[in-house]
């Protein structure tokens, strides 16, 4: 979180202000003076087109390469009036998973232009006559998807960024079955920045630390959610195999978190992971998670004596060469290799010692 936002949040919570009291109204806007946040889990780099150049390319006027070339669109997507084009690399997983949200906003603007949008997107001002998305990309994009660029929609305006925006952006987007887990699990990593820049700015002013309940409160989630969210996102590399495309409930891949931190303490005798520890865990997920089977490392045999009967075979296993004793035990004929072979003649060797 930035020095400017700390400020803001502490000069809030000294004027005994509530941080999620922003104010806001609803109002018409057109859809060329909004601009998408790169930073939105709902984000993907577009280029938007005026009207003119999507009806020239569906009336085939303008090729797909004509218009790259002219909007400097590759490795974008084009978005306009009944038009959307993936102008990403081919094939790579950004691609791919450009595709996926491109169907969703093709269904969705479908459903917008014959029925009135639920939920409006949410923005506020960043310069003169423009101004940034807070929540709603998706429709968003499809409100240009259906009636183009110089269209006029409603939104919900605020009269500034609100302080703690990326937990609004994940409030919104933790409670929506349409959007991707990669995005969900990214939205709560900045969201819980943003409570733990609150968190210190309430020690700076003499106020307690907020507790885990209060915590997930902030964020609008139940505590069970919470520390769901905080399990899945223990490991990178959990958040990198949901970003490749990894399509598993939430609570399954938890399961797998949980259970491969257990055996690992159990192989090694950890009560707690450190860096390094957590690094051969995060592997060990993933291979899980791949269908890979984890290979446990074998524990190292031990020799054991049972226990000591008296104090002259203590004294004898001490201060003598037991295997020079007559006690008819053929020690050169002992496959010393086999432990359980040498554990057994431990024990014959105590009881004769007796």
Known sequence: MTDKTNDLILATLNNAEQVHSETFEYT????????????????????????????????????????????????????????????????????????????????LGENIAISEMIQVPTVYPVNKGQYRILTGHRRFFALLFSFGYDHVAQFKVYDSKPLLHKVKQFQENASREDLPQYGKLQAFLSAVMEIDGLDQARVKVGQRRLTVKEKAKNLGISMGSYDNYNVLTRYSEVIKFYENGLNAPFLKVKKVILDCEAKYKEDHGKKQLNIADKKIVGDNILACLSGNSVSAPKKAQSYKISDIPNLQALKSILFNDVSKLELNIDWKKLDWSNHDAVNRRLVVLVNLLK
Not at 86 to 96: A, I, M, R, V, Y
């Open 28 to 107: 018409s806007l057109f859809l060329n003076t909004i601009v998408p946040d790169e930073s939105n889990a709902r984000f993907f780099p577009s280029v938007f087109i005026e009207n003119k150049y999507a009806k020239q390319f569906s009336e085939r006027k303008l090729t797909k390469l004509q218009l790259t070339e002219l909007l400097e669109a590759e490795g974008k997507v084009i978005l306009g009036k009944g038009c959307i084009i993936n102008c990403l690399e081919h094939g790579s997983n950004e691609w791919k998973k450009a595709n996926k949200t491109i169907e969703s906003i093709i269904e």
